[in-house]
């Protein structure tokens, strides 16, 4: 079988640039190779290069690279559509079709003769390329790794703060973010230009909460947790109402309705968690067309409960990306709200690209810590050691997460988790038997999850005890080869 995946960045980059989907793709790719199937990776959105004068940019093609531990490699070069797509908010409206990128794409899928064409975003693409692999003559699958099929901004959140529950037809989604100047960006990568990368600064956190001496708010920051009511409202595991998502009132509308046509069009979308599957289909998306689908991870040695006394530190750890979805800030918010004697048993650790971001944060509740570490990018060989010791990973993402790998990862080496009630993570946690959930975005209810870990005899045990690791990535690489073979066997449409 010749499968083809597909996602904006080049496969070799993986999860160090685009985080974990990259990441599960690679191993997937590789996994799928040692099957004995031809794999091949494309990208799209992020390779640009100048026409023959050097003036502007070249015409849109495709080319083909040097493989990568024997998997194909294809580009896309010079696609109208950049990425990642936060960068393509500003044109989001041309994200539905494009015939000049339907034409590559039919073309790649004819040339490469790929059997399966595997989506793991339309990132860098447009929405009609679905329909142009189809019309190539190749199956076609969808994985739902994100948002970004019903969202421009990615994480469904009005100015990356507030859940978008209702995004008025695309209204609301004029003001939602900044908007680059997209042919500057293309000319830049293309080397025409001698700028910098675009940024969009993200909008404030809620303030930082300060303490008295005796551990108690200080009372500017009682008025402070007044003010930023907004940012600290409970965001409850339901996707927004199927009517108001399905409206159009302006370009953003048509867009997602586009992007729901073209899903509903795949022989199969893959959703990879219970949520994202209700979610895909409150959008519009054919509900026969969408399953869940969980994916799997890397075989890692399972570790030992680490010993603790009654009164010993409690030691917490987040791994991963953070941003202010992740919920790491949300969480050092919520130990604040822990009587000050529990407080002082919390260690809290946390390591992956962005959590010295809020250092100041977390600075500001250290005096009243056991103990606490923040530290920057790391490898998978340097988990073992990172996590030795931790009695309890923490998830406390403060939007739909579709289904975060970091709580994998901790299940996979035994470790129970504390996450929040949202997206794909109450399909992972069983409350109170390999781990604990607490309300989305609700510092109060984590911190009495938090209390119950510290305060109730024998919970932390039993939760180790219940934690069983998920399916391994080799053994979820045979069941999505189980979905392509069902397709291929199957009339064009199922």
């Given at each position: ?115 399966v064409v595997h989506f793991h ?138 992007m729901a046509g073209a899903l ?231």
């Amino acid at each position: 079988m010749r499968i083809l995946h597909v996602n904006f960045v080049p496969l070799v980059e993986g999860p160090a640039r685009a985080g974990g989907v990259a990441g599960y793709m690679q191993n997937l790719a590789l996994c799928q190779r040692d099957l004995g199937h031809t794999v091949g990776a494309l990208s799209s959105g992020d390779g640009y290069k100048p026409d023959l004068q050097g003036r502007g940019l070249g015409r849109v093609h495709w080319r083909q690279i040097e493989p990568w531990r024997g998997i194909d490699r294809l580009r896309i070069v010079n696609s109208p559509i950049l990425a990642p797509a936060l960068w393509q908010f500003g044109r989001a409206e041309a994200d539905g079709a494009d015939p000049a990128l339907e034409g590559i794409f039919s073309e790649i899928v004819t040339q490469w003769r790929a059997d399966v064409v595997h989506f793991h975003t339309l990132e860098g693409l447009t929405a009609s390329c679905i329909q142009a692999a189809k019309n190539a003559g190749s199956r076609v699958v969808m994985s739902l790794h994100n948002h970004h099929a019903f969202c421009p901004q990615v994480y469904l959140m009005r100015g990356r703060r507030i859940p978008c529950v209702d995004y008025e037809g695309g209204r609301a989604c004029v003001e939602c973010e900044q908007s680059i100047d997209i042919k500057s960006e293309q000319f830049r990568r293309a080397g025409l230009m001698e700028t910098s990368p675009p940024s969009i600064e993200p909008p404030p956190l809620a303030p930082i909460m300060r303490f008295e001496e005796d551990g108690s708010f200080s009372a500017e920051t009682q008025v402070l947790i007044e003010q930023s009511h907004a940012l600290w409202q409970p965001l409850d595991n339901v996707p927004p109402d199927s009517d108001l998502a399905r409206e159009s009132h302006n370009g953003y509308g048509d867009r997602r309705r586009a992007m729901a046509g073209a899903l509903s069009e795949c022989d199969r979308v893959l959703a990879v968690s219970e949520f994202v599957r209700s979610l895909a289909v409150s959008m519009g998306v054919r509900e026969s067309q969408v399953v869940v689908q969980p994916i799997g991870t890397l075989p890692c040695e399972r570790l030992a409960m680490p010993k603790r006394g009654e009164h010993d530190p409690l030691r917490v750890v987040f791994l991963g990306f953070n941003n202010y979805y992740k919920g790491l800030a949300m969480f050092v918010d919520a130990i604040g709200f822990l009587p000050a004697a529990l407080r002082s048993r919390v260690h809290l650790s946390a390591f992956g690209p962005g959590c010295p971001s809020i250092r100041e944060r977390a600075e500001a509740i250290r005096p009243g810590l056991a103990g606490l570490e923040m530290g920057g990018p790391y490898s998978r060989e340097d988990l073992p050691d990172l996590l030795r010791d931790r009695h309890i990973g923490i998830v406390p993402s403060v939007w739909w997460d579709n289904g975060p790998q970091t709580l994998m990862e901790f299940q996979a080496r035994g470790i129970p988790v504390l996450g929040a009630d949202l997206g794909g993570i109450p399909d992972r946690i069983e409350h109170g038997v390999n781990g604990l959930l607490f309300r989305g975005n609700d510092r109060r209810d984590a911190a009495e999850q938090l209390k119950r870990l510290l305060t109730e005899r024998g919970l932390l045990g039993r939760l180790w005890g219940g934690t069983e690791p998920g399916p391994t990535i080799a053994e979820h690489s045979a069941e999505v080869v189980g979905v392509y073979e069902e397709l291929l066997e199957s009339s064009p449409r199922s």
